[in-house]
């Protein structure tokens, strides 16, 4: 899976239970597909529908996926409703953008 560019330049806060992202998303996209970084957020489209947490499941499914975690492992702190949403990953902040460039293990 390709790595996102730009990773290092996210606006991520690290945590005592880990780190909160933010991110910015377009529900109803052509694809599911996280598209890169946008002044400190991570931009992404999902093609489910923003109703009834449809749109968040698929981010949260998306993301664990680039992060090779269990989706029940993310959380969404913020942005229910809203295409601004920051989700709490249960790691680091250099593992999360080592993660999220696609870089192999140290």
Request: proline share 5%; hydrophobic share 40%; charged share 30%.
């Amino acid at each position: 899976m390709k790595g996102i560019e730009g990773a290092e330049r996210l606006d991520l806060v690290e945590t005592a239970e880990g780190t909160r992202l933010r991110l910015k998303v377009r529900a109803g996209a052509e694809r599911d597909a996280l598209q890169g970084e946008h002044a400190g957020v991570l931009k992404l489209g999902v093609t489910a529908a923003p109703e009834r947490g449809k749109a968040n499941h698929a981010v949260l499914r998306l993301l664990a996926e680039r992060l090779g975690l269990a989706p029940s492992t993310l959380s969404l702190v913020s942005g229910h409703a809203s295409p601004e949403k920051i989700v709490l990953v249960p790691l680091g902040r250099a593992e999360t953008v080592r993660r999220l460039r696609g870089d192999e293990p140290a």
